[in-house]
């Protein structure tokens, strides 16, 4: 079982709707989630953080994120062409001390058309 | 504010050769990690340093290794250059915290041929 998985996508939504995406991690100590974008032969952007249960809401942008069920997700409402890209889950394994160890699922592409 | 600052963007080098590239931290952080991006693997962490000091390490072999100066540059070095090795290599850097964010440069492409 891999540490941190997605599924690989496509995702294909038209423009305007709300794409889910997804992501289950394995282990229960993790402490910290992100969402990174990846434009195709670029580097991954940060897009949200985050680090309790519920929800986060930034912009078009809302982070989830369930401990008990190990479960991370973003949304991207009112999706857009220039959302097209891969989005990569990443969980922090660091330590307590601050240490920063991220552990990257293998991203879902998502493809937004007009 | 700059962002973090790899160089070089590219390189090509020839199996054996060793390679090291260099990575300009956001200012004020002192966190800085190193991951390896292939199609197959996908984003791979190599290691990170904090204070001049390695603190954690990924599963790389010993020919994979780095730095880190009193100013947080950071560089990291590969010797006996393999095919394997032809990857995207990027730096991120962390504000002071536990388990912050990472922000990631433009990346290196190193090509072995």
């Known amino acids: 079982q891999k540490e941190v998985e997605q599924n690989s996508g496509p995702l294909s939504v038209p423009e305007g709707a709300i794409a889910s995406l997804n992501c289950t991690y394995s282990d229960r100590g993790s402490q910290s989630f992100f969402w990174y974008r990846q434009y195709s032969g670029k580097s991954p952007e940060l897009i949200m953080s985050i680090y309790s249960n519920g929800d986060k809401e930034d912009g078009r942008f809302t982070a989830q994120l369930n401990k008990a069920s190990q479960y991370v997700s973003l949304l991207i409402r009112d999706s857009q062409p220039s959302d097209s890209a891969t989005y990569l889950c990443a969980v922090n394994k660091g330590f307590s001390g601050g240490y920063n160890k991220l552990i990257f699922g293998a991203g879902t592409r998502l493809a937004v058309h007009p | 504010k700059a962002g973090v600052t790899q160089t070089p963007r590219y390189l090509i080098k020839t199996r054996g050769q060793q390679v090291t590239l260099s990575c300009s931290p956001i200012?004020?952080?002192?966190?800085v990690s190193w991951y390896q991006q292939t199609p197959g693997q996908g984003l791979q962490f190599l290691f990170e340093y904090f204070s001049e000091t390695q603190r954690n390490k990924g599963n790389f072999p010993g020919r994979f290794s780095g730095r880190q100066f009193s100013n947080s540059r950071s560089e990291m070095n590969v010797s006996t250059l393999e095919l394997g090795d032809s990857a995207l290599y990027l730096c991120?850097?962390?504000?002071?915290?536990?388990?912050?964010?990472?922000?990631f440069g433009q990346g290196t492409r190193l090509t072995v041929v």
């Open positions: 991120a850097s962390s504000p002071p915290g536990e388990n912050t964010e990472a922000f």
């Open positions: 200012s004020g952080h002192r966190s």
